[in-house]
C-alpha cells in the first residue's frame, strides 16, 4: 500500500487556478453597492495567516477567524495563532471567546463573525475571514440557516455517555435509522457532528437537514483558497508542529490540565492536545506522541480537502506557483483599486 506521504494531491484546484488570475469574478446576485468581503481559505499549514497579514495590511484590512480551534483561551501553540508581532496593528477577532471547557455553536459563531464584520464594514476597513473549518466559512459566506435548537443538558448527557461508552460508529448507526437524510450529509467520523444531529432529531422530531438551508449575506464575496502539492505540504506542516514542540506546546498542554480542562473535553481532544496529554501521562514518549500529532495532521487536511471541493466559488492558487504580489493584485482587481 502506497504511503499517505506519497498520495497525489486532490484536484481542488482544477477549472480555477488556471484562469483566476486574467479575470477578477463577480459575485452571483451581488450588486456594486454590496460591501466587499474577503474569505482566504485553505488546509492547516499553507501559509494563510501570513498572507492574510500582508493583505489587511495593503487594504486596511481586519481579521475575522473561521478556525474551530482557535477559539478558546490558553490553546495558542497548538492552533497557530497568529503571533503578537503579526496582529500588531491589525485587529483579529474571534480568537479566545471561549474556555477550552465552554461550547460555542454554530449559530453563536455566525452571529459573532456577522456582527465583527458589519463593525469592520461601519469603519471603512475590509474584513478579511482566515480560517481552515469549512463549516464555519459556510456559516458565514452561504448564510446556513442553523436550526435554533438549545442544548437539552439532561439529552446531551446522555449522548455524551452514549459515545463514551459505545462510539461514535455506533450513535452514526442510530442516526442514519432515524435521520438517514442528515447521516447522509455529514462525517460518520466527526462525533461532535453526529450527537449534535441526534440532538435536533431527538429533540424537534425534524431531521437537521430539512431544518437548515442558506440565506446568502449582503455581501460581495471573493473567495480565495491556498493549495500546495500534497507532499510539500505535509512537509511545511510537519516543520511547523517541530516549531510547536520547541515553542512550548507541552507546557501549554500542562498548564491546560493543571488548570483543570479535563482530557476529555472536545477542545482537549482535538490535534496536538490529545498527543501531547498522551504524552504526559506516559502513554508514549514525546518521539511517538510528535509522530501521532503529524500523521493525524496529514489525515486532516485530507478532510479538509474533501471540505472545501464541495463548496463552489472558490479561486485556487498553489503557494508554489503563484506569488503573494499576484494574489495581492488579483484581490486589487476584484476591489477596483489597482493602486
Not at 490558553?74 to 497568529?82: D, E, R, V
Not at 449582503?218 to 500546495?228: C, D, E, V
Request: glycine share 8%; proline share 7%.
Amino acid at each position: 500500500m502506497p504511503s499517505a506521504m506519497n498520495e497525489p494531491m486532490d484536484d481542488i484546484t482544477a477549472g480555477s487556478e488556471a484562469n483566476a488570475l486574467d479575470a477578477v469574478p463577480a459575485q452571483p446576485g451581488a450588486g456594486v453597492a454590496d460591501p466587499p468581503l474577503v474569505a482566504l481559505v485553505g488546509p492547516t499549514g499553507v501559509g494563510k495567516t501570513a498572507l492574510s497579514i500582508r493583505l489587511c495590511r495593503r487594504f486596511a484590512g481586519e481579521v475575522v477567524s473561521a478556525d474551530s480551534r482557535q477559539i478558546y483561551r490558553g490553546m495558542t501553540i497548538g492552533t497557530a495563532k497568529a503571533s503578537a508581532a503579526e496582529q500588531a496593528g491589525i485587529p483579529h477577532h474571534l480568537l479566545d471567546v471561549r474556555a477550552p471547557d465552554e461550547v460555542l455553536t454554530l449559530a453563536e459563531y455566525q452571529r459573532m463573525a456577522y456582527d465583527a464584520i458589519d463593525a469592520i464594514l461601519a469603519r471603512g476597513r475590509l474584513p478579511v475571514l482566515v480560517g481552515g473549518t469549512a463549516l464555519y466559512v459556510r456559516a458565514v459566506v452561504e448564510g446556513l440557516r442553523i436550526p435554533e435548537v438549545p442544548p437539552d443538558p439532561a439529552l446531551r448527557a446522555q449522548l455524551e455517555s452514549d459515545l463514551a461508552r459505545d462510539g461514535v460508529t455506533v450513535l452514526f448507526q442510530r442516526l442514519a435509522v432515524l435521520d438517514p437524510l442528515t447521516a447522509q450529509q455529514i462525517d460518520a467520523r466527526n462525533p461532535r457532528r453526529v450527537l449534535r444531529a441526534l440532538e435536533i432529531f431527538l429533540a424537534t422530531g425534524q431531521p437537521k437537514a430539512v431544518l437548515e438551508g442558506a440565506a446568502p449575506p449582503p455581501y460581495r464575496i471573493l473567495l480565495i483558497g491556498l493549495t500546495q502539492e500534497r507532499t510539500q505540504l505535509y512537509a511545511r506542516i510537519d516543520a511547523r508542529i517541530d516549531a510547536m514542540l520547541a515553542g512550548g506546546l507541552v507546557a501549554e498542554t500542562q498548564r491546560l490540565l493543571a488548570a483543570g480542562y479535563s482530557p476529555r473535553l472536545p477542545a482537549m481532544t482535538s490535534l496536538g492536545y490529545r498527543e501531547m496529554t498522551a504524552y504526559l501521562r506516559e502513554e508514549c514518549d514525546l518521539a511517538e506522541a510528535a509522530q501521532r500529532m503529524k500523521h493525524e495532521t496529514h489525515r486532516f487536511v485530507r478532510h479538509q480537502s474533501t471540505s472545501f471541493r464541495k463548496m463552489d466559488g472558490i479561486h485556487w492558487f498553489d503557494i508554489d506557483k503563484t506569488s503573494p504580489e499576484a494574489i495581492e493584485a488579483f484581490v486589487a482587481g476584484w476591489l477596483g483599486n489597482d493602486a
